[in-house]
Structure formats: structure tokens, C-alpha cells
């Protein structure tokens, strides 16, 4: 059973169209939930931490919103250069281990 | 221009094979962590050094994966025997803190392709 899922698999968008992605966990101790982006060929790359429900975050065009059970990426105009794989991951303390469960992305595409 | 460097970047073997990968971490990072990406599993942690002592390892098959850091520069992740099942990108991550994600860096991985 997925802890983290996350949805659309994939999105189409033209520049300039905003739209949300979506990412829902079932994880009982949450130490903190994480955004990234990775391009192809690449590691992830760090873009957001929220740690309690209704906290926000913002960084350019991105802005990460957490709930009790979800968290939303928004893409607010969105340019090509945006075109990634999006990754969120939860972070819980397990017997002493801080452990990462990562759900396996959306794959953001946006068109000229 | 600090960053992770994993090699090698890209490794075709046959089945049965050792295969080794190496990562140097950012100077000052007392953290390792080694995941695996497949398409069907995604990102899973493999293991994780702290201070180059192992403090997880309970992501990593331990029938044929090992991790060791010999010294504070260099990390490995040795599989042996090598099967097609392990087909998937190695990542190294390096950080201040395993408390502390965002401050994890993730070099380029390795592509592993086992034949």
C-alpha cells in the first residue's frame, strides 16, 4: 500500500495555463513533507519544505500548500523551462531512523 | 560550485556480476545517503551513513548489496551478484543532518543496467 501518492502521473499544460498537482500521504508521524523537481538525467532537486497543515510556501512561479492528508504544488503561469518531474516525499522517525517515503512524481510538461 | 559526483555515470553488466558505485560527497556533509529509482518503485532509500558509521540500512537487500564509506570523501554501494532485477538509477545524497532533507544535494546517479 502506497503511503504517498501522487497524481496526475502526467500533465500536459500550454505556457501560461495554471493548474495544481497533488500529492496525499498516509504516514501517523510526519516529521515534514518535501517537494522536488528532477529533470531528466538529473538528481532531484530541493524546492520546498512544509512541516504543519496550513502552511505555504512560495518560491517564482511554484507555491506548496499542506493539509492534514495532502499537499498541493500550484503552478501559476507556468513557462516551458518548468517542464520537470515534480516528487514529493514524506520524512517520518522510525526506530531511531529518519526515513524518506517518496511517491513517484508527475511528469509536467508545458508547451510554447 | 559544490556538488555530488557519482561514478560511474552509466554501467552495462552481466548478470552475476560485482558491480561497484562510488560517491564523493560535499566537503563538509557528515551525511550519506544512498536511494534507488526505479519506474515501478520510484525513489526508495537504501541506506544512510552518518558520520561514515551506517545508522539505516534497512531499505538495502543484504543478501547482495553492501554500503561502506571507507573515509569521508568517498562512500560505496557494491552489489555482487549482480541480477537484471537491479536495473535502476543509484543516487547519492549528501547533507548536514539526516533530520534535515533540504539540505540533502543528490548527484547524478548511476544508471545500472544488468543483463
Known amino acids: 500500500e502506497d503511503q504517498v501518492t501522487q497524481s496526475p502521473e502526467a500533465l500536459r499544460l500550454q505556457e501560461g495555463e495554471s493548474s495544481s498537482l497533488n500529492c496525499s500521504y498516509t504516514v501517523s508521524g510526519l516529521r515534514g513533507l518535501f517537494w522536488y523537481r528532477q529533470d531528466p538525467g538529473k538528481g532531484p532537486e530541493f524546492l520546498f519544505t512544509?512541516?504543519?497543515a496550513g502552511e505555504e510556501k512560495e518560491k517564482e512561479r511554484l507555491k506548496a500548500t499542506l493539509t492534514k492528508k495532502e499537499s498541493f504544488l500550484h503552478i501559476t503561469a507556468p513557462k516551458p523551462e518548468d517542464s520537470a518531474t515534480y516528487l514529493c516525499a514524506v520524512q517520518e522517525l522510525s526506530g531511531g531512523s529518519y526515513i524518506p517515503t517518496f511517491g513517484r512524481g508527475t511528469s509536467l510538461i508545458v508547451h510554447p | 560550485d559544490a556538488r555530488v559526483t557519482q561514478t560511474p555515470r552509466h554501467k552495462v553488466t552481466e548478470m552475476g556480476q560485482e558491480v561497484t558505485m562510488r560517491c564523493q560527497p560535499i566537503l563538509g556533509h557528515n551525511t550519506v545517503f544512498w536511494y534507488r529509482q526505479t519506474m515501478m518503485q520510484g525513489l526508495e532509500l537504501l541506506a544512510y551513513f552518518r558520520n561514515r558509521a551506517p545508522l539505516d540500512d534497512s531499505g538495502m537487500p543484504k543478501d547482495r548489496f553492501s554500503a561502506e564509506m571507507p573515509d569521508a570523501t568517498l562512500a560505496t554501494l557494491k552489489i555482487q551478484p549482480s541480477e537484471p532485477r537491479d536495473s535502476a538509477v543509484y543516487f547519492c545524497?549528501?547533507?548536514?543532518?539526516?533530520?534535515?532533507?533540504?539540505?540533502?544535494?543528490f548527484g547524478p546517479g548511476t544508471r545500472l543496467l544488468v543483463l
Open positions: 512544509l512541516y504543519s
Open positions: 545524497a549528501s547533507g548536514l543532518d539526516p533530520a534535515r532533507m533540504e539540505t540533502q544535494y
